[in-house]
């Protein structure tokens, strides 16, 4: 593979995003309102005269929370990724890139790049945003910064390697498809997984523990490290080029 040519690929993605409002909307939206608007809940929640959240029960919730930048890793990068070829397709831009002596290991790496960096920086800007705000709103009640800790950068230290699997899994969903709304909700499946780990996590049946974070983030790279290659394998460029006419 060429470096060179995926990051020229992942260059024109950022182009082409820039053209489309809808597509970055999703991408900002999730983090937004985990960094902003869980910690104004908490806010809320804390001064109610009535019933109030008491400084002992903030720290769960503040964790229960954060686990959302773990789910929202799975999520954000669902727009980007499952457009990422098929949308080109019907903006009539993805021919001329799939003419050129590019390997579809340089465009697939190129793909996965635009997609992914997008989102997680989204995601790490949201989680500076709710921990600065968190410690903002609850220092005065708990007598202390709660954040950063470890139970949130185990949590990020698993975020980006659960958005990588969401981009290799839609970038093959969006070289399958033949139309970009399919595509989007096809690839909106893979967020399930992550949704179902949240509530198990909430009933108790499963604990999110630091070392449970970390093994899930080994999981997920090798798991995404595979649907590379099975991307690769079943990218079939000129398939895409007579079949999608």
């Not at 999520?75 to 009539?92: D, F, M, N």
Request: glycine content about 6%; overall charge neutral.
């Amino acid at each position: 593979m060429d470096l060179q040519n995926a990051w020229n690929v992942a260059l024109k993605d950022f182009k082409t995003y820039s053209r489309k409002p809808s597509v970055i909307y999703a991408t900002v939206a999730l983090p937004l309102i985990v960094g902003v608007g869980f910690p104004l809940i908490i806010n809320y929640s804390l001064h109610r005269t009535v019933k109030g959240l008491s400084a002992a029960a903030a720290p769960g919730l503040m964790n229960s929370f954060s686990i959302w930048f773990l789910v929202g890793a799975a999520i954000i990068p669902t727009a980007l990724a499952s457009y990422s070829l098929v949308g080109e397709k019907v903006q009539k831009s993805l021919e001329p890139m799939l003419a050129t002596p590019m390997t579809d290991g340089d465009i697939l790496l190129g793909k996965t790049l635009s997609s992914f960096l997008l989102p997680v920086a989204a995601l790490y800007a949201g989680s500076i945003s709710y921990m600065a705000l968190m410690d903002y709103f609850t220092h005065g009640v708990l007598g202390r910064y709660y954040y950063p800790n470890w139970d949130i950068g185990a949590i990020l230290l698993a975020a980006p390697f659960a958005a990588l699997l969401s981009v290799e899994a839609n970038v093959v969903i969006s070289s399958r498809m033949t139309d970009v709304r399919s595509a989007q909700q096809s690839g909106a499946l893979i967020m399930l997984p992550f949704v179902g780990l949240y509530l198990v996590s909430e009933l108790g049946f499963f604990t999110l523990s630091d070392t449970n974070l970390v093994i899930l983030a080994g999981v997920l790279a090798a798991v995404s490290v595979a649907m590379f290659f099975v991307a690769k394998a079943t990218f079939q460029r000129e398939e895409i080029l007579t079949r999608w006419r």
